[in-house]
Nanobody
Framework: QVQLQESGPGLVKPSQTLSATCTVSGGSITTNYYYWSWIRQPPGKGLEWIGDIAYSGTTYYSPSLKSGTSISSYTSKNQFTLQLNHVTPEDTAVYYC???????????WGQGTQVTVSS
C-alpha cells in the first residue's frame, strides 16, 4: 500500500517562497512509469494541477502557473518537493501530493496540507 504524506509551512508571507515536501512510503518514487504530482485546491474552487516529476526525474509544469515553480525529487529519502517563488494570496490552497500512471489514473493521494499566504 503506497502512502503519501505532505508537510508544509502553514503560513507564508506574500512574495516569499512556499516549500512543501511529500514523503512516500510503501513504494519507490523511481518505480517505472509512475508520475508524482502536486495538485492544489484554492478555497471554493476546483482542483488545479501544478506539475509532475516522473520516475525518471523529468519534470512537467502547468503552463497556466507563473514561472518560479519547481518540483524536485530526493530518491535517497523517497521524497519529492514543491517550491513556489514570490507567492501571492491567490496561492492560498490545500496542497496535495499524489501519484498517477501513464494512463493518468490518480491512485494514491496524501491527506493535503493547508497553506495560507497572508501578511
Amino acid at each position: 500500500q503506497v502512502q503519501l504524506q505532505e508537510s508544509g509551512p502553514g503560513l507564508v508571507k506574500p512574495s516569499q517562497t512556499l516549500s512543501a515536501t511529500c514523503t512516500v512510503s510503501g513504494g519507490s518514487i523511481t518505480t517505472n512509469y509512475y508520475y508524482w504530482s502536486w495538485i492544489r485546491q484554492p478555497p471554493g474552487k476546483g482542483l488545479e494541477w501544478i506539475g509532475d516529476i516522473a520516475y525518471s526525474g523529468t519534470t512537467y509544469y502547468s503552463p497556466s502557473l507563473k514561472s518560479g515553480t519547481s518540483i524536485s525529487s530526493y530518491t535517497s529519502k523517497n521524497q519529492f518537493t514543491l517550491q513556489l517563488n514570490h507567492v501571492t494570496p491567490e496561492d492560498t490552497a490545500v496542497y496535495y501530493c499524489t501519484r498517477h500512471s501513464t494512463a493518468r489514473v490518480y491512485d494514491y493521494w496524501g491527506q493535503g496540507t493547508q497553506v495560507t499566504v497572508s501578511s
